[in-house]
T-cell receptor, first 114, second 112 residues
Framework: KAGVTQTPRYLIKTRGQQVTLSCSPI?????VSWYQQTPGQGLQFLFE???????NKGNFPGRFSGRQFSNSRSEMNVSTLELGDSALYLC?????????????FGSGTRLTVV | SQQGEEDPQALSIQEGENATMNCSYK?????LQWYRQNSGRGLVHLIL?????REKHSGRLRVTLDTSKKSSSLLITASRAADTASYFC????????????FGEGTQLTVNP
């Protein structure tokens, strides 16, 4: 079956702009989580959505937001981009059977803010 | 902030040798997971060990967990050049929902 699909793969934006990233989970997976990876801070949890509801949220400013649609696809939005938002953004989906299968990650969206 | 610390930060070995990576964490957990990442791509789930387990095997992988010391180790036996990657441990605390806290990672290089 298809894996987790993230689009776009690469993105270049200018400071002050906003950006929307998309994640399509594995079919049947209802939980979608987002992570930011940077050389300085490593992998950090952004938020998790389950059945269209935000279930967990990390310590990021309000400029970072997300949503999940009824088909479990998720988007995250970053407004008023800063240079420090340059990162690899990873999406992970889960069936809920976490004790056995862990999470399946997409290949990520590499965002560069100039 | 990262909960986990991994050591070593970098490890270089020859093909056929074993590689051991360690991970420490700070809080109580439900489970601990290991992931592999190749060249800044997505993470691949390797193995999950629950907090009430002490050791788990999967193919050439062996994971141990010591909750009293809040530490875990990942052993890769008979390493191959294709094992070259970054390896991360991640802890999962929540009983509802997902919220992985990752370590800083170990960069493993396996030389042919």
């Amino acid at each position: 079956k298809a894996g987790v699909t993230q689009t776009p793969r690469y993105l270049i934006k200018t400071r002050g702009q906003q950006v929307t990233l998309s994640c399509s989970p594995i079919s049947g997976h209802r939980s979608v989580s987002w992570y930011q990876q940077t050389p300085g801070q490593g992998l950090q949890f952004l938020f998790e959505y389950f059945s269209e509801t935000q279930r967990n949220k990390g310590n990021f400013p309000g400029r970072f937001s997300g949503r999940q649609f009824s088909n479990s696809r998720s988007e995250m939005n970053v407004s008023t981009l800063e240079l420090g938002d340059s990162a690899l953004y990873l999406c992970a989906s889960s069936s809920g059977q976490l004790q056995t299968y862990g999470y399946t990650f997409g290949s990520g969206t590499r965002l560069t803010v100039v | 902030s990262q909960q986990g610390e991994e050591d070593p930060q970098a490890l270089s070995i020859q093909e056929g040798e074993n590689a051991t990576m360690n991970c420490s964490y700070k809080t109580s957990i439900n489970n601990l997971q290991w992931y592999r990442q190749n060249s800044g791509r997505g993470l691949v789930h390797l193995i999950l060990i629950r907090s009430n387990e002490r050791e788990k095997h999967s193919g050439r992988l062996r994971v141990t967990l010591d909750t009293s010391k809040k530490s875990s180790s990942l052993l890769i036996t008979a390493s191959r050049a294709a094992d070259t990657a970054s390896y991360f441990c991640a802890t999962d605390r929540d009983t509802s929902g997902s919220r992985l806290t990752f370590g800083e990672g170990t960069q493993l290089t396996v030389n042919p």
